[in-house]
């Protein structure tokens, strides 16, 4: 099983529709099953910090197999996953943004929105995710 450019194109076709509709231009990545980058968007206005933050919460995503939200409520103190936004050399993003995505049941990538607020990254990566 395999994400392929093109599922890649439409992903970010879907999350960058989103990102208008709300009024927040964003950036948006795609990794393959191997938290690989397949393809990057940054919508005019968006926030060049951004760009290695959409990378990492897709990539977080997919190296855990679970919405970069979930990771972060999962990684406060006294919780199961506390400090592991420290783990492979900080590259862990514990904020929502990060999806992964599934076909047949098996996770083969993982999409990641960065620009806004939580909620607003969250509501563009899952309008990409759907489009999956």
Known sequence: MSL????ARRIISAAEQRA??????MNVAVVDG?????AHVRQDGAWIGSIDISISK???S???DISTGDLGANSQPGQQFFGIHTAN???VAIFAGG???TRDGQVVGAVGVSGG????DQTVADAGAAAF
């Open 99 to 101: 999806v992964p995505l």
């Open 34 to 38: 191997g938290g690989n980058l397949v």
């Open 20 to 25: 208008v509709e709300i009024g927040q231009p």
């Open 89 to 91: 050399g900080g590259r």
């Open 62 to 64: 997919r190296a855990f």
């Open 117 to 120: 607020s939580g909620e607003q």
């Open 58 to 60: 897709a990539w977080t």
């Open 4 to 7: 392929t450019l093109e599922d």
